[in-house]
C-alpha cells in the first residue's frame, strides 16, 4: 500500500471511531434523562418500568388525598376512569392541586405499584389540562364505551 493512502486510511478510521464515541455517549447521555409518560392503566397493567424515572397523570381521585399532619407528606391517587395509581409526595404541592383536577407527576414507580413522585405539576387553569392526561383520559373513555357498547350487543 502506498504511504499517503495508508495514512489517509489511518486519519479515516480514527474519524470514525471519535465519531462513533461520540454518538454512543450522546445516546447514553440522552437515554437517561428522558421521561417517558404513563396513565395509571399502563402502570396498573404493568407495562411502566420499576426505579426508573418516568412521568404519571391523571386526574386526581375525589376523597383519596391523604395529609400526614406531622410532615409534607401527602398520599394520593391518580386515576384515568379505567385504573388508578397511588402515589406519595413529599413537598409542598401547587396551589392548584385539588381533588378532581388534573395533575403530571415525575418520580419512580417501586416494586409495590406505588409512584414516590418527587415533583408534581397541577393544571395552570379551568381550561387546560396536560396533552398527555388528556389522551390518556381520551383513550380511557373510548375503551369504556367500547365495553359498554359490547355488553349491549350480546344478549341472552
Not at 499517503?4 to 471519535?18: E, P, Q
Not at 391523571?58 to 391523604?66: I, L, N, T
Not at 397511588?86 to 413537598?91: D, L, N, Q, S
Not at 379551568?126 to 369504556?144: C, F, H, I, R, T
Request: charged letters at 25%; aromatic letters at 8%; hydrophobic letters at 40%.
Amino acid at each position: 500500500m502506498h504511504p499517503i493512502r495508508k495514512k489517509r486510511l489511518t486519519i479515516v478510521l480514527f474519524l470514525l471511531v471519535g465519531l462513533g464515541i461520540a454518538v454512543a455517549l450522546t445516546t447514553y447521555a440522552l437515554r437517561q434523562n428522558i421521561n417517558l409518560f404513563y396513565d395509571p392503566s399502563q402502570i396498573s397493567a404493568g407495562e411502566a418500568p420499576v426505579d426508573v424515572r418516568i412521568r404519571a397523570g391523571g386526574m386526581v381521585e375525589e376523597g383519596s388525598v391523604v395529609r400526614d399532619p406531622d410532615s409534607l407528606t401527602v398520599e394520593f391517587r391518580v386515576t384515568d376512569f379505567n385504573a388508578s395509581v397511588p402515589v406519595e409526595y413529599t413537598g409542598i404541592l401547587p396551589d392548584l392541586f385539588a381533588e378532581g383536577q388534573g395533575v403530571v407527576a415525575m418520580g419512580r414507580l417501586d416494586n409495590y405499584g406505588r409512584f414516590v413522585a418527587d415533583q408534581v405539576l397541577a393544571k395552570h387553569d379551568e381550561n387546560y389540562m396536560p396533552p398527555e392526561v388528556a389522551d390518556a383520559l381520551e383513550k380511557a373513555s373510548k375503551g369504556q364505551n367500547k365495553a359498554s357498547e359490547s355488553a349491549k350487543t350480546v344478549s341472552y
